[in-house]
């Protein structure tokens, strides 16, 4: 019999150690996905961003409420870039209560108050990255100003999205969610008052919209166990509020947290302040 010449013997046991490798290397990238992927889902959290003005002149209010839509761009880009996908409230509870399935690494945009520079300046650098967001409106301000902080003096005076802007952002797929008439501390004013504002704000805002409004946002984050009572009661699916935080399966629908984004955070503190809050890093 013929010996196998041992220059093919040595390239047979590389190859075969090659392919062994090979199989290791993709059987642990394989479990790796597998775990990444149920980790996130089951403890990792959903983060819901709350902002308020998107706009460049100072004299629309300080860089608390205000960022700039330079910044704004950046902060999409970087969510864009790193694999977000924006989802709806609604989607987050769906998710939770009858597992629809989400997009990997979701995150909710929201908007408080239904500032006029939402549709400036925020909805064309969403649109350029296929994003999309929630408004909650006043409606009492639709189309005027924030009478609520600008009669006080606490803010100066804003213009506000008018019906026609609210229907075409709308008709996008921005979620129009409701923020009472008058933007009152709701847990200050008395329950018949606080169910007016909560169920008012949204038949008007379905009136408007002609679909139902099922995401709510407490003014001010003034809220107790009544008012939130109240809100479940009026048929809203989940209402946010302003503490700090994301949200899990356990989490109480109608308390969600947020992480506030603020005009003067330098990107690096956008960054900390997206992920500060998640559990252990996969
Ligand atoms: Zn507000």
Redesign the pocket.
């Given at each position: 019999m013929k010996s196998v010449n041992p220059e093919h013997r040595a390239v047979f046991i590389f190859l075969a150690l090659l392919l062994v490798i090979g199989i290791f290397i993709y059987a642990r990238t394989a479990g790796d996905h597998k775990t990444m992927y149920k980790q996130f889902y089951s403890t990792r959290g959903i983060p819901v961003l709350m902002y308020?003005k998107v706009n460049p002149d100072r004299k629309t209010g300080g860089l608390g409420l205000r960022v700039l839509p330079k910044d704004f761009d950046w902060q999409m880009d970087y969510l864009y870039k790193h694999g977000f996908h924006t989802v709806s409230l609604e989607d987050v509870i769906d998710y939770w209560h009858h597992k629809k399935p989400l997009p990997p690494n979701p995150i909710v945009i929201t908007f408080?108050?239904g500032y006029q520079d939402n549709y400036t300046y925020a909805f064309p650098i969403l649109k350029k990255y296929h994003f999309t967001a929630t408004i909650?409106v006043?409606v009492n301000s639709i189309g005027k100003t924030n009478f609520?902080d600008a009669d006080r003096k606490v803010q100066p005076v804003n213009k506000m999205l008018s019906l026609k802007q609210i229907k075409e952002l709308n008709a996008y797929g921005i979620t129009i969610g409701a923020?009472t008439m008058n933007?009152p501390h709701l847990a200050k004013i008395s329950l018949d008052q606080a169910r007016e504002e909560i169920i008012n704000s949204k038949k008007a805002l379905e009136k408007i919209l002609g679909k139902p409004v099922l995401v709510f946002?407490y003014?001010?984050g003034s809220y107790d166990k009544n008012v939130e009572k109240i809100v479940k009661e009026a048929g809203y699916k989940a209402a946010v509020t302003t503490r700090q935080g994301i949200n899990f399966p356990d989490s109480d629908p109608y308390a969600l947290k947020r992480i506030r984004i603020m005009g003067m955070y330098s990107h690096r503190k956008f960054i900390y302040e997206l992920n500060r809050y998640y559990k252990k890093r996969f």
């Open positions: 308020h408080d108050d909650f006043v609520f923020h933007h946002s003014p001010y």
